[in-house]
T-cell receptor, first 115, second 112 residues
Framework: AQTVTQSQPEMSVQEAETVTLSCTYD???????LFWYKQPPSRQMILVIR??????QNATENRFSVNFQKAAKSFSLKISDSQLGDTAMYFC????????????FGTGTRLQVTL | NAGVTQTPKFQVLKTGQSMTLQCAQD?????MSWYRQDPGMGLRLIHY???????DQGEVPNGYNVSRSTTEDFPLRLLSAAPSQTSVYFC???????????FGDGTRLSIL
């Protein structure tokens, strides 16, 4: 079974600064996907970014980028130029390929962006 | 463009009552799932379906039933609600396997 660990329950960052959220995972699989989901106070689950394990290049989506270290089983999320609207819970998730889109989530990191 | 629609958004039940949480998607997605979210535990998979007529158990299936008679709908049934089932429930769908899931807005369920 896979496990996903987010060791930072809460983080805070000032507006316009950069913050990095950590995620590690444990798996014996070689083919999988990793995701970061954002959950604002509205409770919606919003996909932020996706990384395929077979790709060495780190995924980027505008101000969001990841540092994917497959050998170390690490998948951190970097948010640049933080905005107040980035305040949310952030969940790291793992999905083994060919498993009907079943996700294994970490426990989340609560990010507060301050003025 | 409705996406994944969950009803109701909030519900309070008494222990022992039964209830069905509804989930519908209008994207013709084959894969649908139910997750529960508890404080400090992230989201955990309850049941999932890879198409009409096909369902299977996830990580925490006890106390819940599902069926999938159509591609669009995937209801979750609590036959005899227990306080341990107090949680926020999310339904999700994806077009096919290995695709990111689209989530509904969740149902907050409290069982007294």
């Amino acid at each position: 079974a896979q496990t996903v660990t987010q060791s930072q329950p809460e983080m805070s960052v000032q507006e316009a600064e950069t913050v990095t959220l950590s995620c590690t995972y444990d798996t014996s699989e070689n083919n999988y996907y990793l995701f970061w989901y954002k959950q604002p106070p509205s409770r919606q689950m919003i996909l932020v970014i996706r990384q395929e394990a077979y790709k060495q290049q780190n995924a980027t989506e505008n101000r969001f980028s990841v540092n994917f270290q497959k050998a170390a089983k690490s998948f951190s999320l970097k948010i640049s130029d933080s905005q107040l609207g980035d305040t949310a819970m952030y969940f790291c998730a793992f999905m083994k390929t060919g498993t009907a889109s079943k996700l294994t989530f970490g426990t989340g990191t609560r990010l507060q962006v301050t003025l | 463009n409705a996406g994944v629609t969950q009803t109701p958004k909030f519900q309070v039940l008494k222990t022992g009552q039964s209830m069905t949480l509804q989930c519908a998607q209008d994207m013709n997605h084959e894969y649908m799932s139910w997750y529960r979210q508890d404080p400090g535990m992230g989201l955990r998979l309850i049941h999932y379906s890879v198409g009409a007529g096909i369902t299977d158990q996830g990580e925490v299936p006890n106390g819940y039933n599902v069926s999938r008679s159509t591609t669009e709908d995937f209801p979750l049934r609590l036959l005899s609600a227990a306080p341990s089932q107090t949680s926020v429930y999310f339904c999700a769908s994806s077009e096919w396997g290995d695709q990111p899931q689209h989530f509904g807005d969740g149902t907050r369920l409290s069982i007294l």
